[in-house]
C-alpha cells in the first residue's frame, strides 16, 4: 500500500477523512515532523488531490490519497457500503510498521463531522489491532469561535503557535484554494494543535 523508501524514511503517520485537515488540525506537526499523510476521500478529486500534493511537498510528507466518497449526489456518503473497505485499507497501513506516532481525528469529530468521527473510529480499531494504541494521538479538542473566551474552554487552548511557526502553517492553507471558506470557519482554531494521547 506504501512505497518502501516511505517505510524506510518516515516515523509517524496520519489519517484523515478530507484534503486540508491535515493542514487545519496538525499542520505545525507536518512542517516539523516526518509523516505519512492518508486521506481517505477525495482521490478522484483533481482540483483537492492536487491542493492535498502541494501541501505534501511544502512540508516534505508522504500522501496517500484513497478514492472513498465525500459527497454522493451533492450529499454526504455515510460510508455504509464502504466501512468495511475502509477499515481494512487503514488496518494495512497502520500494521505496515512500528509507527512513533499516529495521528488521527478525535471521537467528537472535532465539530461533530461524521466522516471524522468514523475515521478517529476506524483509525482507533487499526492501532489497537496493530497494538500501537500507546502511539496513537487525536487532534485537539474543538471549541467555536463565539466560546474562546469561556473559561471553561482555556484548558484546551493551551501553547498557541505564534510567529513564524503560526505564519508558516497559514502559508499551508493557502494552497486550499477550493477550501477558503472552510479556512476561514475554522481559522480562528489554526493557532492550536493541542493533540491527546489516547491512552
Not at 478529486?45 to 512540508?59: G, H, I, L, P, W
Not at 468514523?118 to 502511539?135: F, G, N, P, V, Y
Not at 474562546?148 to 499551508?172: F, I, R, S, V
Amino acid at each position: 500500500m506504501l512505497p518502501e523508501h516511505a517505510l524506510d524514511d518516515y516515523d509517524s503517520l496520519m489519517v484523515v477523512a478530507h484534503p486540508d485537515d491535515e493542514t487545519i488540525w496538525g499542520g505545525e506537526h507536518l512542517l516539523k515532523g516526518k509523516y505519512v499523510v492518508v486521506c481517505i476521500t477525495n482521490g478522484n478529486n483533481r482540483t483537492r488531490r492536487k491542493e492535498f500534493a502541494a501541501v505534501m511537498k511544502q512540508t516534505n510528507s508522504i500522501g496517500l490519497m484513497l478514492s472513498f466518497p465525500d459527497k454522493t449526489h451533492g450529499k454526504r456518503n455515510n460510508w455504509e457500503s464502504c466501512r468495511e473497505e475502509i477499515q481494512q485499507s487503514i488496518d494495512t497501513i497502520v500494521a505496515q510498521k512500528d509507527w512513533a506516532t499516529i495521528a488521527t481525528h478525535n471521537s467528537k469529530g472535532e465539530y461533530g463531522h461524521i466522516h471524522h468521527q468514523m475515521t478517529s473510529a476506524i483509525t482507533t480499531a487499526a492501532a489497537k489491532k496493530a497494538d500501537l494504541t500507546d502511539h496513537l494521538y487525536y487532534f485537539g479538542t474543538y471549541v467555536k469561535a463565539k466560546n474562546m473566551k469561556k473559561q471553561k474552554n482555556q484548558q484546551y487552548l493551551t501553547n498557541p503557535l505564534t510567529g513564524d511557526e503560526l505564519e508558516a502553517k497559514l502559508c499551508l492553507t493557502k494552497f486550499y484554494a477550493s477550501q477558503h471558506k472552510v479556512m476561514e470557519h475554522l481559522g480562528h482554531m489554526l493557532p492550536y494543535e493541542n493533540w491527546i494521547p489516547a491512552s
